[in-house]
């Protein structure tokens, strides 16, 4: 995966659980936006520890510590995102055999491979599947409190509805817009948005650190010199000459630039990133009297 330029370091911390019970459920989650949903579900059944809780970290570089290395042998469930955007949890999952633990990989739960597009939890189906595997494992793992969890989980899916109905806005208005980015980061809203993504094939090198084609580039600079689409994406967590080459392309031609992130910004919900990223997508589409 890309190397990228990252300025926070990396934490393990407990996520946003209530106090948990002396024979709680301990939970692993790779990504605190993960973690953030199963403490939801969980309640005060569980313990949620999540790994990557900073707001500047590469889970594609991350290394672990003995430290995480023990919480994942120690937990009951372990939730990753897969796609070998966090390939250390499959490393740390090999290596602590633990009969009863439950594995969620989100990434198998969409029938996501290797070499798709690993940002899931910018697809709005993602959240909902990991909450529904969740539940099952907890309810396997703890059946006395089953109707708990399914009741945690059916308010935590209900809060996500305001996601789904501002991309049913945005896609009424902006349906087949021309759109554009550095690295696929926000490719599956872009989707569920109905806009027309470019360049694909620039991104996905640029995400695999790789050098993108002659013809890819040239494409690239192509659509940005000429005004060809309506909106530039990248990865505002990302600075290298690239990026900045092509930011300044796209503000030569006036072309609306979002910055999107692949960690949740610190002091807020998944829920509200999501719908910042969206609004800020919408009034990029909407031009400058928005």
Request: hydrophobic share 45%; charged share 20%.
């Amino acid at each position: 995966m890309r190397h990228l330029a990252w300025t926070m370091a990396f934490a393990v911390a407990a996520g946003a659980s209530a106090p948990a019970s002396a024979q709680s459920i301990s939970i692993v989650a790779a990504e605190n936006f993960y973690g953030e949903a199963a403490a939801a579900v969980g309640g005060d059944r569980v313990t949620v520890t999540s790994i990557i809780d900073s707001p500047g970290a590469d889970p594609h570089e991350f290394e672990p510590t003995p430290s995480v290395a023990r919480s994942v042998a120690d937990a009951r469930i372990v939730i990753y995102n897969g796609v070998d955007y966090d390939a250390w949890m499959d490393r740390l999952i090999a290596a602590s055999k633990r009969r009863d633990r439950i594995v969620i990989n989100v990434g198998t739960l969409l029938g996501r491979n290797a070499g798709d597009n690993p940002h899931l939890w910018y697809d709005p189906v993602a959240m909902p599947a990991m909450v529904d595997a969740l539940t099952k494992a907890l309810s396997a793992a703890d059946p006395a409190a089953a109707s708990g969890y399914a009741a945690r989980a059916a308010a935590y899916k209900r809060s996500l509805a305001p996601i789904a109905a501002k991309i049913a806005e945005v896609k009424k208005k902006f349906a087949g817009e021309p759109v554009t980015a550095t690295e696929p980061v926000f490719g599956y809203m872009a989707r569920a948005l109905g806009l027309t993504m470019r360049n694909e094939g620039f991104q996905t090198a640029v995400m695999n650190d790789t050098e993108p084609s002659a013809r890819d580039t040239a494409g690239m600079e192509r659509d940005l010199k000429t005004g060809q689409i309506k909106v530039f994406f990248y990865n505002s967590q990302v600075t290298d000459p690239t990026t900045e080459h092509l930011l300044q392309l796209a503000r030569s031609a006036s072309i609306p630039v979002v910055g999107v992130t692949e960690t949740e910004p610190e002091g807020t919900t998944y829920i509200d990133w999501m719908l910042s990223e969206i609004d800020a997508a919408e009034k990029a589409l909407a031009g400058p009297s928005s």
